[in-house]
């Protein structure tokens, strides 16, 4: 008869000498772990092995005794016994039935995958130091029968971003840089349109959002120029708001602090993350583009919803972004990073940041104007990478990420020192990733998931968006063009945004921007819809204005949501 506790692991080595405990009378946390063992030799370890039936026979027994504490206590043949890959995949079993259940997580991605046409997840879980979860879901494409699995790696988009702000943070603890720094004391050539923002812009008002730029993210989306490119194109790039007045999110910050890090460190941001982050914590399966992840396989494809169906797509290159948005990783590697963020920076052994620095990180730095969410979690602020809130009374961290093709999101609990991120190869619901992992952390702090209901009240609205059909075709008759066709081609320019073409197709008229094609649909005078050709819901205004000669002199886009239209004057008629 085997019974089962749980208890603080005594080690004990060959001799029966128990190793000494920490300053506080007990073994540090790496030491407490809920593990199995025998106190009858024929209760199944025999010369520290346990076979495979024989395991299975004791997880049958732990899944009816759940709700029972569970003891080792190892007498003979420790050594062997810790040396078995059995005794790590039982301890996982374990892990699972004593902080939650994997069947209910189970239960939930399999069901949301189903519910939202999701083909892959991969998901990672971590509570009180250790991984209880790595687990993939589904395929990597529609296009083939191979499933995700713990080491499947996706993009994980902005949550990059906690990745940028953990290298400068590196960098603070060797003396090298301060929060607080100016920007422009390390870039030199650093510029932004306002004159105070550009010499008073510290490294933490552009970890935080602070600078006063908005989004801008039509000027580098699809774009290819190199990342020192956006020092030259930041001048030309409207501001709106001065610095510090407001939050306002922002990608081309965290490039500007890409190159900062290599002028600091004499290393490319590339380079910097992986010997001071990946190599320390041991991710093997992390990269920092789509096209390095592919080369070593085991990838996902993208995949977004075109009308009512969901179809694989392809990934956009961002490494000219990359300290934004442009690091690929697995489940597996995931649970690694979110040891780190739990454990004050230590990860195993190592201290890889200090305590106080990670504080710092961790902490709100920028009050959000708005709730994001109507109901829990509550984001209120931003910190250094991380959004932070409240979630069922508990202070969070989470960040989210979103590229063409897939989604992420990440949610820390430290209260509850549980880490939980969930990624999936589609964008066509922002919506999942960020429930499932608040579903999942429910499970894990024991608390009944009304992930159900909600899953039904999206399906519902689902459905309802599906009988909705958008037609830009007007009952009215529309005037004609102002100016012959020819008057509106050429090429117009725009020193942040750089130039957008118009030329004459089969087809009408057609705007090329950073690759990407936009018919132009003309709606009255002189303003068009541009509607690109590959995404249907995306549209852009456009109007022309003329000079004192009636001639086409400038083109004005709505590229950025926060400002009226952004002007291109025309350099010339041909293209």
């Excluded at 005794?87 to 239960?107: M, P």
């Amino acid at each position: 008869m085997i019974f089962f506790s749980i208890c603080s692991l005594n080690f004990f080595d060959s001799s029966g000498l128990k190793y000494p405990p920490n300053d506080q009378g007990s073994l540090g946390s790496e030491a407490v772990c809920p593990v199995v063992s025998s106190v009858e030799k024929g209760a199944g370890f025999e010369d520290g092995l346990l076979l495979e039936e024989e395991v299975k026979e004791l997880l049958g027994f732990i899944g009816l005794l759940s709700d029972i504490y569970v003891t080792i206590l190892i007498v003979q043949h420790f050594r062997a016994f810790m040396n078995t890959k059995i005794f790590f995949t039982l301890l996982t079993a374990l892990s699972l039935h004593v902080y939650g259940s994997e069947e209910k997580i189970n239960e939930i991605v399999n069901e949301t995958i189903k519910t939202f046409e999701i083909p892959g997840a991969a998901i990672s879980v971590v509570k009180d130091g250790k991984i209880i979860l790595n687990k993939g879901y589904g395929v990597r494409s529609l296009l083939s029968s191979k499933s995700v699995d713990e080491l499947t790696v996706f993009p994980i988009a902005s949550c990059t971003k906690a990745f940028t702000a953990m290298a400068l943070g590196i960098l603070v603890d060797k003396e090298l840089i301060e929060w607080d720094d100016k920007v422009i004391e390390h870039i030199p050539e650093f510029r932004l349109h306002d004159v105070h923002a550009t010499y008073y812009s510290t490294i933490r008002d552009l970890l935080c959002h602070m600078s006063g730029l908005p989004r801008h993210e039509i000027m580098w989306y699809y774009s290819t120029f190199p990342r020192s490119e956006i020092l030259n194109k930041l001048p030309g790039l409207s501001l709106t708001k001065d610095l510090r007045a407001r939050f306002q999110y922002n990608n081309l910050m965290y490039a500007v602090l890409g190159i900062l890090i290599e002028k600091v460190s004499g290393k490319t941001w590339e380079q910097y993350i992986s010997e001071n982050i990946f190599r320390t914590l041991k991710m093997k399966r992390s990269f920092f583009s789509y096209q390095e992840a592919q080369k070593m396989g085991n990838v996902v494809s993208a995949h977004t919803k075109i009308h009512t169906k969901v179809q694989q797509s392809q990934f956009v290159d961002s490494t000219n972004m990359g300290p934004a948005i442009s690091i690929h990783t697995c489940a597996s590697d995931m649970s690694k990073w979110m040891l780190l963020q739990l454990n004050d920076g230590k990860y195993q052994d190592k201290q890889i940041v200090e305590m106080q620095t990670l504080s710092e990180m961790h902490s709100v730095q920028a009050a959000l104007q708005n709730i994001y969410y109507e109901r829990s979690p509550y984001i209120f602020g931003y910190g250094l990478g991380w959004f932070t809130g409240i979630y069922d009374g508990n202070y969070i961290l989470m960040h989210g990420g979103t590229v063409h093709g897939a989604l992420s999101y990440l949610v820390l609990i430290p209260k509850e020192n549980l880490g939980v991120m969930v990624m999936i190869n589609s964008d066509h619901e922002n919506y999942v990733p960020e429930r499932l992992a608040y579903a999942i952390c429910d499970i894990m702090m024991q608390k009944e998931p009304d992930w159900r209901q909600e899953l039904e009240k999206k399906k519902e609205q689902i459905q309802s968006d599906v009988s909705i059909t958008y037609s830009d075709e007007s009952s009215e008759e529309l005037p004609a063009l102002l100016c012959p066709v020819e008057n509106y081609l050429g090429r117009y320019s725009n020193s942040g945004y750089g130039d957008v073409k118009i030329e004459e197709k089969a087809n009408g008229m057609i705007l090329t921007y950073n690759g990407q094609s936009y018919q132009l649909k003309h709606k009255g005078y002189n303003h068009f819809m541009a509607q690109s050709t590959t995404k249907n819901d995306l549209w852009i205004h456009c109007w022309f204005y003329t000079d004192s000669n009636g001639k086409i002199s400038d083109c004005f886009l709505g590229l950025e949501p926060q400002l009226w239209l952004i002007a291109f004057s025309k350099k010339s008629d041909s293209t």
